[in-house]
């Protein structure tokens, strides 16, 4: 079953036609990141890297798990 509430997300209007969406991806790095402009979303998504993990964890409480998050764009127009 997908989790449609992972990662969390703001949507802030920054101005009459300017935006900032914010996502909690704690745990990922830039290179286990995607963001790609498909139809009328935004779609992020993430894998972790298949590296071994190396360090010794008292306590894990960070989600690493992959996922993929749509974001309606339909009222939002986008500059890069």
Not at 48 to 54: G, I, L, N, P, R
Request: contains cysteine.
């Amino acid at each position: 079953s997908s989790n449609t509430t992972y990662p969390p997300y703001n949507i802030e209007k920054t101005d009459d036609d300017a935006y900032r969406i914010s996502i909690a991806v704690a745990g990922f790095s830039e290179n286990d990141l995607t963001v790609e402009a498909k139809e009328s979303a935004l779609v992020v998504s993430a894998r972790k890297s298949e590296t071994k993990d190396v360090k010794s964890y008292l306590h894990r409480g960070i989600a690493t798990r992959s996922f993929e998050r749509k974001l309606c764009t339909r009222l939002m127009r986008f500059s890069a």
